[in-house]
């Protein structure tokens, strides 16, 4: 990513765009921090449940199935 982000122009014809350089704070907003948090967490309950559905269904005789409803 790069070090220079361009500010919001000003308005008119004559406004030429602003640049501010700096670091960036590569972890975002708090609100972000928190949505990848979230997005984390489905991830690693996602592959908890698919881990314990496949361990069901070797668990199960060869007569039983296991419905997943999508």
């Known amino acids: 990513m790069s070090e220079e982000v361009m500010a ?3 308005a008119g014809p004559a406004a030429t765009p ?3 350089t ?3 704070n ?6 972000t921090r928190a949505m990848r948090e979230q997005a984390r967490r489905r991830r690693d309950a996602e592959a908890k449940l698919q881990q314990h559905l496949l361990q069901t269904r070797s668990r ?3 007569d039983q199935t296991v ?3 999508h």
Do not use: C, F, R, W
């Not at 590569?26 to 609100?31: L, M, T």
């Open 60 to 62: 199960q005789s060869p």
């Open 67 to 69: 419905s997943i409803q």
């Open 22 to 24: 700096g670091l960036i």
């Open 18 to 20: 602003k640049h501010v």
């Open 26 to 31: 590569s972890q975002g907003s708090a609100a």
């Open 8 to 10: 919001v122009p000003a």
